[in-house]
């Protein structure tokens, strides 16, 4: 088996070649003037493994490039971040239905999808054979033995903060939040006395940064000592990383599902495992 690593996930891709004892496949990518992307991959054994995140229309042409080139293997595309999962249903009569195109692209050519904290159950229905692997464990492991509590910005990552906070070995809440439009939300406190406490935020997913800041808020107002949030998926849209540290957060701690600064945490012995 080789591991072959698209331009968005270098880093993630060595680490689960590294896990899996394999080789990283030669691989070329690049843009031309006129926007038009190109892959090439030298893989010489018949399995192949891809890691790319899909993060970005050019994210998503370079996966689909580089599930081409090897159209003749055996190929498992690990897309760590499966960017348009948001856009899982018709919200509006007229919509695409996104996820549904990205996941007939992708299984048109893989014979295999694994992804990271698939942002829905719905998101997930659209794929015929795709395996999740979950990293909130690990991000909250990351916490353990920390004097917190740890807070969904939302009911909707409830779970996700329940399995975080367990092996942080912490008590955990969430706030109820109303989304007010794509960009903005207000939220509500929800039988939670975070006063002096140090609190951490945690979400599946930051884009542009709108939930948490508004979290983060509320939070301080409540008395909170201190917010740090952990999240798995740091898009960063719009330079979120600004503005939650100019909102008050301490912290900002994040996997290598998309390989930011503050990815610390890999998600790598995951992926690894369930290739195994
Ligand atoms: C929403 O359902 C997700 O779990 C995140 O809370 C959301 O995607 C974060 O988006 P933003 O950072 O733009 O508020």
Redesign the pocket.
């Known amino acids: 088996m080789e591991v072959v690593a698209g331009p968005a996930s270098p880093l993630l891709a060595s680490r689960v070649a590294d896990k899996l004892n394999s080789k990283v496949a030669q691989s070329r990518y690049k843009k031309f003037p006129d926007g038009e992307l190109y892959a090439r991959v030298e893989c010489n054994s018949q399995d192949a493994v891809v890691v790319q995140s899909v993060n970005s229309n050019d994210d998503l042409i370079f996966l689909m490039l580089t599930l081409e080139a090897l159209e003749d293997k055996n190929v498992t595309a690990v897309v760590p971040y499966l960017g348009y999962a ?1 856009q899982d249903k018709r919200f509006m009569k007229g919509e695409a239905l996104s996820i549904r195109v990205v996941a007939r692209m992708i299984e048109d050519y893989a014979d295999k999808v694994l992804s990271v904290n698939i ?1 829905s159950e719905e998101a997930k229905k659209q794929f015929e054979n795709i395996e999740e692997v979950d990293a909130m464990p690990v991000l909250g492991k990351h916490f353990k033995g920390e004097d917190i509590c740890m807070i969904s ?2 009911v ?2 409830y779970g996700c903060v329940k399995v975080a906070a367990q092996s942080a070995n912490c008590d955990f809440d969430y706030l109820e ?1 109303k989304r007010l439009d794509a ?1 903005h ?1 207000a939220m509500e406190t929800k039988n939670m006395d975070v006063k002096d406490k140090r609190a951490v935020l945690i ?11 508004e979290a983060t808020k509320i939070l301080l107002e409540q008395g909170a000592q201190e917010v740090k949030v952990g999240c798995v998926h740091p ?1 960063f ?1 719009s330079y ?1 990383l600004n503005r939650l540290y100019t909102a008050g957060v301490s912290e900002v701690i994040a996997t290598d599902t998309i390989e930011r600064n503050v990815s610390e945490i890999s998600a790598a012995g995951l992926i690894a495992k369930a290739l195994k």
């Open positions: 948001r942002h910005p939302d909707g990552a939040k960009e939300v979400d599946d997913i930051i884009s542009t940064g709108g939930t948490i800041v898009v849209a979120a």
